[in-house]
């Protein structure tokens, strides 16, 4: 018993003594007094020591990222455990292998081990719907991480690039570098394939309607020719992101519509896809100038030596510090009792609720910039990128 209840008890015990020596009715037995011992100092604030070191432990925050094999995602991941540790809280951070059991589980294992804010990229949202509604019972808030979490209302906050503007860019960019508007006053063609996200990313769709918002009209003009017909998100998208499917994609697109050459335009959501593609003219001896307009996304090391090399024509680059230090500042806010910074509210409905969002931006980088704003800016540096 600590020396704070100890005098406590002896206090009491002085007041009966006095009571019984005036003539007063005494408070009970000796198996009252235990009564009051027990009941009154279990209503009385812990001053042990152990209990005072017991509520400076750090604040647990938990980390789900969905792959370690991205550059992107480690990135990510390393950038905010750094800097919550740098606020002082403690972070468990899991990358899940593109595995969606194994994400379900390391979240369910967070909230055993009693986080206080759950900041998840999911693999496959829909799949997370009940290990969230157990975060939500736990009174544990949960910020989505550049992908939105789908079909909940156990989401308090959404993280992210403005994806329909990484889609916008893309389009802008091949508008420009081709020169479409002049070539459909001119009546000139150029052929066009594309290879769209992954149908369980929300994020995908909205970079393929910011694409088609751009290209559609040269579509329908017959400025741009699609040879295989795969012009909808459903015949484009390429589940998980995957490199191997795009390089697979676009080897059967190569044989069957463009055996001689002639592809012009690549439109690709990610510079993974960009490898593939490579790949795949590469196998059919499609090299140097036989190679299409190839788009990207991500400023991974190897787009940008593609890119130096005349290789990939062009990526999208997500500063993900940025979009780490935003989410840094959510996760601070919800657990000190303030208000996250948000720039979007009716944008991001994921079938439950609109969820309010913070939208960074996006940068096109080629070989024109890629010095200046990815070395210049301190992203990489040139021995990162070329040594």
Known sequence: MSGYRTKLILFFA????????SGRQSVGTEGDWDTLDEEFLSTLP??????????EEAVRVGVAMPTATSERWVNDGMNIKAKLETLGYEVDLQYAGDDIDLQVSQIESMIRNDVSCLVIASIDSTKLVDVLEQAKKNRI???????????????????????????????????????????????????????????????ALFLYNGVMECLAPYLEDGTLVCRSGRTSFEDTCILRWSEDKAKQICDDLIRNYY?????????????????????????????????????????????????????????????????????????????????????????????????????????????????????????????????
């Open 14 to 21: 002085a007041i009966l003594l006095l009571t019984a020596c």
């Open 46 to 55: 812990d001053q042990d020591p152990e209990s005072d070191a017991a509520k």
């Open 141 to 203: 808030p949960v910020i989505a991480y550049d992908r939105l979490l789908m079909d909940t209302d156990a989401v308090s906050y959404y993280a992210t690039f403005d994806n329909k503007a990484v889609g916008t860019l893309i389009g802008e960019y091949i508008i420009e570098k081709k020169h479409l508007k002049e070539a459909s006053k001119a009546g000139k063609s150029y052929t066009i394939e594309f290879f769209m996200g992954s149908p369980d990313d929300n994020n």
């Open 259 to 387: 055996p001689g050459g002639g592809l012009d335009i690549a439109c690709s959501a990610f510079d993974g896809f960009a490898y593939g593609i490579l790949s795949a003219c590469d196998v059919r001896g499609l090299t140097g100038d036989k190679l299409p307009l190839i788009t990207g996304q991500d400023a991974e090391k190897t787009a940008i030596r593609n890119i130096a090399g005349h290789k990939q024509t062009m990526t999208i680059y997500k500063d993900t510090r940025v979009l780490a230090s935003k989410c840094v500042t959510m996760v601070q806010a919800l657990l000190e009792n303030g208000m996250p910074e948000i720039n979007d509210t009716g944008q991001y409905n994921n079938h439950v609720l609109t969820v309010p969002s913070y939208l960074c931006d996006p940068l096109v980088i080629d070989e024109s910039n890629y010095e200046q704003i990815l070395i210049g800016g301190g992203y990489y540096t040139r021995e990162q990128l070329f040594d």
